[in-house]
C-alpha cells in the first residue's frame, strides 16, 4: 500500500491509537509546585530552588528532560502570570522570571506548554463551589482551591513536607492546573514547537 492512511481491514478505525499523554501543573512562586498522575496516581513535588531561594533552572531542565523521556508526549500546564497589584516588585520579578524558565526550558526540550490565567483555569474547576469570601469581602480563591482538591482527590497528601502541618498551597495550584490541562487538552496535536 503506498497511501499512508490505508489501513489493514480487520484493524479497529473507530479508535485512533494515540501515544500516551502526560499533563504536568506547575505552580509558580518561591512556594510553588508540580504535580502529575500517572498509573500509580498522582504525584506532587515542591518547587526546585537554589540555594538563594530562586527557582533552580539546572533542577528544573533535568526534572523536565526526564519527565519527557517517559512518555511520548509532555505536555507542561502554567499560570500566565499578570503583575500582582499587592506584591512587591521583586515578586512580580521573580514570578515572570520563572515563568520565562519554564517557556525556555519547555522550548528548548521539544515540550509543549500551556499559559493558562488564572481566571481561566479558577472559573472552571471552580464552577461547582459556592464563593468563599475573606474577612474583607474578596473571594478566598486559596481556600475554594483546597476546597477543589481535596474533593478531586480526597486521599492526596498536600503537604510540602512529611513535618508539614498544613497544606502547600503550591502543591494545591499545581494539582489543580494538572486537572484543567487533562479537562481541556484532548487529543493534541502539535501546530508548533512548544505551543498548542
Given at each position: 500500500?503506498?497511501n ?21 501543573g ?8 508540580y504535580a ?7 504525584h506532587t ?9 530562586e ?6 531542565h533535568i ?8 512518555f511520548?508526549?509532555l505536555?507542561v ?7 500582582l ?6 515578586a512580580?520579578?521573580?514570578?515572570a522570571f520563572?515563568?520565562g524558565?519554564?517557556t525556555a ?16 483555569w ?13 474577612k474583607?469581602g474578596?473571594?478566598?480563591t ?20 512529611v513535618?508539614?502541618k ?7 495550584d499545581a ?13 493534541p ?6 505551543l498548542?
Amino acid at each position: 500500500m503506498d497511501n499512508l492512511n490505508d489501513k489493514d481491514s480487520n484493524e479497529d478505525l473507530s479508535q485512533p491509537s494515540l501515544p500516551p499523554v502526560m499533563i504536568l501543573g506547575i505552580d509558580l512562586g518561591k512556594l510553588g509546585g508540580y504535580a502529575w498522575q500517572d498509573i500509580q496516581g498522582m504525584h506532587t513535588k515542591v518547587m526546585f530552588l537554589d540555594t538563594e531561594g530562586e527557582l533552580d533552572i539546572f533542577a528544573l531542565h533535568i526534572f523536565l528532560k526526564e519527565m519527557k523521556k517517559s512518555f511520548s508526549y509532555l505536555y507542561v500546564v502554567f499560570e500566565d502570570i499578570t503583575p500582582l497589584h499587592l506584591a512587591s516588585k521583586s515578586a512580580n520579578w521573580s514570578l515572570a522570571f520563572q515563568s520565562g524558565a519554564v517557556t525556555a526550558a519547555c522550548i528548548s526540550l521539544g515540550i509543549l506548554y500551556k499559559k493558562v490565567p488564572a481566571k481561566v483555569w479558577q472559573r472552571e474547576l471552580f464552577s461547582n463551589i459556592a464563593p468563599l469570601r475573606k474577612k474583607d469581602g474578596s473571594t478566598d480563591t486559596k481556600a475554594m482551591a483546597l476546597l477543589k482538591t481535596r474533593e478531586l482527590y480526597p486521599d492526596l497528601d498536600l503537604r510540602g513536607t512529611v513535618r508539614s502541618k498544613v497544606p502547600h498551597q503550591g502543591i494545591v495550584d499545581a494539582v489543580l492546573l494538572r486537572e484543567w490541562g487533562q479537562r481541556n487538552i484532548k487529543n493534541p496535536v502539535p501546530t508548533r514547537s512548544g505551543l498548542f
